[in-house]
């Protein structure tokens, strides 16, 4: 277990990391999230590590830029996920799939929805299950957020977070987005976005 981090060195203050709760699992930890959590609650749920969802934010951006912008593609089946995947996208040039993931999208090219991404994001690889196997069968490389209690076989960047908030889903987006942006040196590097977390944020008239 190590020291939570001073605000000076994270994308966000601590404080906004910690009000949206993306550092809050589940009672369940996998063996692959297992170096993610920062300690166990007298209630059971493990807690996430900030440090380390920091830092592996700014590991994903750094990776997800050196991909052509309208072949980075995010998908979230969970409804709290789609408007944070639609505004990333919307960004960073990507594109969304949000709903049902059609069987086949990635590796049938006779299909209308067809796509062919050089790098896929999901929002949770046990949801996007469908996505996370087509990807892994294309040889597609995977950036995942996981929360503690998911697998992650075949994703190739995991970003430790609470996935299945909307607030944390909302700045897990928006700080992503940002980061990619940074990266690829089209804002500076203490530059911001035009759109606030809050419109990252799902809400409940867009279901």
Not at 1 to 15: C, I, Y
Not at 192 to 198: A, V
Request: some cysteine.
């Amino acid at each position: 277990m190590t020291s939570q981090p001073q605000s000076s060195e994270l994308l966000v203050p601590l404080e906004l990391y910690l009000s949206t709760g993306v550092h809050i699992g589940t009672r369940i930890k996998t063996k692959s999230m297992i170096p993610f959590i920062y300690r166990v609650r007298p209630d059971g749920l493990y807690v996430l590590d900030v440090k380390r969802i920091d830092e592996r934010i700014r590991i994903a951006a750094k990776f997800i830029a050196r991909f052509p912008p309208h072949k980075i593609c995010a998908v979230s089946s969970r409804q709290y996920g789609w408007r944070p995947v639609k505004q990333f996208c919307s960004l960073v040039g990507g594109f969304p799939i949000t709903g049902r993931f059609i069987p086949g999208t990635f590796t049938n090219p006779h299909l209308p929805c067809y796509k062919e991404p050089s790098v896929v994001i999901i929002s949770d690889p046990r949801a996007d299950e469908q996505a996370l196997n087509e990807a892994i069968d294309m040889g597609i490389p995977v950036v995942a957020l996981c929360d503690t209690d998911n697998l992650a076989s075949g994703v190739e960047l995991i970003i430790p977070v609470n996935n299945k908030g909307r607030k944390a889903l909302a700045l897990t987006y928006w700080i992503l987005a940002r980061q990619v942006l940074r990266e690829r040196g089209d804002i500076p590097p203490d530059g911001n976005i035009p759109l606030s977390i809050e419109d990252f944020e799902a809400k409940p008239e867009t279901y």
